[in-house]
């Protein structure tokens, strides 16, 4: 922990921010800035990776180190960075393309390993830098430069995937609830092990309003069940629904009938919970969840490797790199 006392000054660059007026990326950007302080991490010590996309062009506009990697490749550098140097925080920023597309195999492997780094998705489910082509993200059905006659995939859902990999910390959050959202980033950051957050984001130039239903003031209270530690899952405008768990799903019942419903956990040893929460995603008859789906504490791979690594030292000695290279089948070049 340093310290020095920073602000969220202190984590803005000099670089002009280039996204489309009105794009979500602001919302988060100005939420991660907030948080970063918070953490008590020198700004040496913090570092964010990122690929391609919107979304990637993050590091620019925060004042740390940063690497704007190639597309999908971000887990495997954040990956190398935290081997190299366990005592670095390590933020990786993609979207929904860059990370589930080409990307998709790196992520799935970052959270099997548990590596210490968090990863903050943007999903808009489109293609924004490419001028709005669907996205593993985007519904079937949906009309884009690519796909004029509606898609024909179904979509792909990064919180199971998350889920079923073994990320350690899975959440989501939205754009629009940024005190919310901070809070997300936050405990993402602050968490040991592989941490995810999916943040719904809206982008107003190729897919505007998608996520309409759960940030339109007037329903939204309707449409989204806030996840919180010890609480059951209350929901409405007037707080008088209730999701309660009964034969292994999920249904509505009228809060005061709420005799079978569950209280949430973010340890909860039971992934047909987690995965049945997963599931109600832009559900039509039930609210999307946001917040922690879990939170688990499990050896990291980057701590199991520095251990590894000082017992053999411990048993064999440091090594000698020149002996190494001179040692085996050699050959001289005349």
Known sequence: MSDQVLTKEDFTSDQEVRWCPGCGD?????????????LGIPKENIVFVSGIGCSSRF???????GIHGIHGRAPAIASGIKLANPDLKVFIVTGDGDGLSIGG????????RNIDVTVLLFNNRIYGLTKGQYSPTSERGKITKSSPFGSLENPFDPIKMALASGATFVARSVDREPKHLAE???MAAEHVGTSFVEIYQNCNIFNDGTFESLTDPKIKKDNIVVMEEGKPYIFGKESDRVLAWEDGSFSVN?????????????ANSNSSVEFALAELTMDEHKPTPIGVF????????????????ENVKEKL????????????NTWEIK
């Open 254 to 266: 009228m809060h005061d009938e709420a005799s079978s419903s569950l209280v949430h956990s973010l």
């Open 294 to 309: 879990r939170k688990i504490n499990k050896n990291t791979y980057d701590g199991l490797l520095t251990k590894q690594v």
């Open 184 to 186: 997300t980033i936050k």
């Open 105 to 112: 195999n790196h992520l799935i492997h970052l959270f099997r």
């Open 59 to 65: 590091p620019y506009y925060i004042d740390s180190f």
């Open 26 to 38: 602001y919302s988060i950007l100005a939420q991660t800035r907030k948080v970063l302080p918070q």
């Open 317 to 328: 000695g440091s090594g000698d790199l020149e002996k190494l290279l001179s040692s085996g």
